[in-house]
């Protein structure tokens, strides 16, 4: 399985970029992973950003997010993408996005990752 994600960009603080991830390799049952997005800053460990469920009816956001960010996804289409509001220069960080088999904040439980996009806010 391969996850390629685009939509990162260098943006001004108040600004909206959005993410998408395509998903593809997998010939069987491709809608039934959940996803999720985690995020990196220069100097600091990865960490949760937002997760859905396979159906897309239940859906995880870290604090640091919630209100702001939104994830959605379209099964038919395999994508996950990540609507993101109100930026924030401490939302700049390159951002990847995930598949598993449960919608969680734990990184080591999602099996494939995308290779990241860079998402710049500046002050």
């Known amino acids: 399985v391969q996850l390629q994600a685009s939509g990162g960009g260098l943006v001004q603080a108040g600004g909206s970029l959005r993410l998408s991830c395509a998903a593809s390799?997998?010939?069987?049952?491709?809608?039934?992973?959940?996803k999720a997005w985690f995020r990196q800053a220069p100097g600091k460990e990865r960490e949760f950003v937002a997760a859905?469920?396979?159906?897309?009816?239940?859906?995880y956001y870290a604090d640091s997010v919630k209100g702001r960010f939104t994830i959605s996804r379209d099964n038919a289409k395999n994508t996950v993408s990540l609507q993101m509001d109100s930026l924030k220069p401490e939302d700049t960080a390159v951002y990847y996005c995930?598949?598993?088999?449960?919608?969680?904040?734990?990184?080591?439980?999602?099996?494939?990752w995308g290779q990241g996009t860079q998402v710049t806010v500046s002050s």
């Open positions: 995930a598949e598993g088999k449960a919608a969680t904040k734990y990184d080591d439980e999602y099996d494939y």
């Open positions: 390799g997998r010939t069987f049952r491709t809608y039934a992973y959940a």
């Open positions: 859905i469920s396979w159906r897309g009816s239940t859906t």
